[in-house]
């Protein structure tokens, strides 16, 4: 299940003991655009470019266009890896791989790209 808190907007009565990861996307890639967190984290992702970008995972979330200085931020509370891109620049892509704390933090090879499908869609 994924929690959305988008905007800023942060559920009060929820642990504030998540942690939360930063991603920056820039104008043409997500900054990292890999990753590894534990289950539970929160995931920002600001908009550190020129340009309006999304960060789009077809069938978990959308963020909607975030403008220069937005941010968005999930909270990841399913075991898995998701691909996302970018809905308006689809060859900008990323992954994120949630993981039990005991295993986050090892490094792992490269997951699907998400670009090809997004991109089919527009
Ligand atoms: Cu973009």
Request: aromatic share 6%; hydrophobic share 40%.
């Amino acid at each position: 299940m994924l929690q959305n808190a988008q905007n800023g907007e942060h559920a009060a009565d929820e642990d504030a003991l998540s942690p939360a990861v930063t991603v920056s996307i820039v104008d043409d890639a997500f900054d990292p655009a890999q990753y590894t967190v534990t289950v539970g984290t929160e995931v920002v992702w600001t908009n550190s470019g020129a340009e309006a970008h999304t960060v789009t995972s077809e069938g978990f979330w959308d963020s909607g266009t975030l403008n220069p200085g937005e941010s968005f931020r999930l909270v990841l509370d399913s075991l898995g890896t998701y691909a996302f891109a970018c809905a308006i620049h689809p060859e900008m892509t990323g992954a994120i791989t949630v993981e039990q704390p005991e295993t986050a933090g090892m490094s792992r090879p490269a997951v699907r790209a998400a670009g090809a499908s997004l991109a089919k869609r527009r």
